[in-house]
């Protein structure tokens, strides 16, 4: 099954207007800055890809939902190769996320899967504990605001689910990632764009629901390594990405029929 990589940036702009004046005599009197004039950010809202594979076309769509805090409060991600809708709920108690509630539905079967999770950050980790019954943790490693390693563990048996490593550079680039020490990844070539969310396979829908990232700025060239020892390579072209004025990627094209169109939205 292909893994689900998904992402999120935020980039914050400030805008303060203050204005003086003076005549003669008078005083010089200096206009009082509104001190409730809001910070406005910059949020990713929604990406959608468009596929062509052969005969058939298909698209797949994240979009993200904010509060009246500006705080993401749900992560909603459409993947067609399985029909499925990933419902991502984020509960917040005094400003600071408690709980995170995960629902799949799968269209072809009616299937649902429920998972529930209280959330604990401390030291550099954010902990995902299940509860009513599920036997299953998330552990989520950072430094500031980047991912540093992603495991899923067995409560019960303490036994490792999976694990994903990853490593970065001096200026916070990503340079490698292991999927469960099967397959690994290097990255290089750097664009001068903001990482993508939604793309590619270091991606993960939690980093977005904690505003965590794997990277700072695009690698344009990636090789994979399989554990047979057999590698692939791939390269994007920067002729084929488009900017907005916050250097946030918009538009993403593979070719023609495959590509990926970025939201992003001021509050």
Known sequence: MKKLNILFTIFLGISILSCSSSNGDIEDNTEDIDENTEETIIVYKKATQY?????FSYSNSQEVFYNT???IIQVVTYLAYNSSTTTTDVIYNSDEISEISKTTTYENSNNIDIEEYDVIINNGQIKLTGVNGLDKEVQIDFTENYVDAIR???PSNLTTISENLYQRNNENNIISYTWDNNISFTYSNFDTGNVMPFHGNYWDDYFIAFALKPSK????????TYSSGSTNTHDIDPTMLTYDNENNIIHYAYDSQNYTDYEYIEL
């Open 51 to 55: 596929a062509q594979d052969g005969q």
């Open 69 to 71: 805090d500006k705080k």
């Open 152 to 154: 899923t563990i067995q």
């Open 217 to 224: 700025n695009l690698p344009l060239t990636s090789t994979i």
